[in-house]
């Protein structure tokens, strides 16, 4: 009878464990919207991949269009509004429609990084979307994107006084820092993703900071040779069709795509970045796992 007894009890704990176990490990849905641009594409780029080695069901929804500010985002609602059968910027839906078709978890938004720096062309466009967004989506976790500055090597920078541009990437990164954190402050003090902070702090890294190949003749390439860009995070140099050189040095690169993901896994998944194997394959490994460092240290330092 005790042997039957304890039998049982070892059957029951074990059961037990098993459905712990099965509880720790079941899938959870993560629904994000995100209102932006080519810059929220990139940042989003390698979520679906982070998100499945965490066990998480991405959905992702795209309110964007390139080079989109948050006056255009709202322009196309004002003509919606006008006219149901327009306003649908959206791969022919508009915002009412996407943020009605389910339920959203997360919502995001940005402006745009030419303008970035320039408070005054936030509003009254960031927080008429964000009422639109609460209207629909009352329980939605509404978080500001801080997006990034221009690699240092940029001809132009982002505005930061109606037609006046920053003199470099620093001025571009600190007067846009601040435009992120007065919007998020004036809307309830809403959460930052700080992939702007991340990207400035990779790329002035005394070590791992992109260094410009003086070597190379920019003023008569030939082609296809390129210049070395080691550690850039930012598109950089590319021949393009015709055999012409096309420079950006605004947009994210595989490197760049990777270090917003995982900014954007540490700010909305609360995970910690370290602890994820997977990267894209062009990363070197200590380049990876120093921009999984990048990420944990500028989404602690932004929770504090």
Known sequence: MKILIKTK???ILILTMCLQLNAQHARKTLRILMIGNSFSQNASRYLPQIAEEVNVDLVLGRAEMGGCSLK?????VLVNNADTARGKAYKGKSLRQLL????WDVVTMQQYSLLSGDEATYQPFAK?????VKSYQPNARVFVHQTWAYRADAVNWG???GEKRAKNNKEMWKKSRAAYHHLAKSL???PVIPSGDAFYQVATDKKWGFKKDTAFDYANPVYPTLPSEKNSINAGYSWVAGKKLKFDPNHANEAGCYLAGLVWYGRLFEGDPTQLTFKPESVPDEFAAFLKETALKTVRTMQK
Do not use: A, F, T
């Open 9 to 11: 009890l070892i059957v």
């Open 72 to 76: 255009r985002h709202w322009d196309s």
């Open 100 to 103: 009605s078709s389910q339920k």
């Open 128 to 132: 008429n979307l964000y009422d639109l």
């Open 159 to 161: 505005k930061i006084d």
């Open 188 to 190: 309830g003090n809403l």
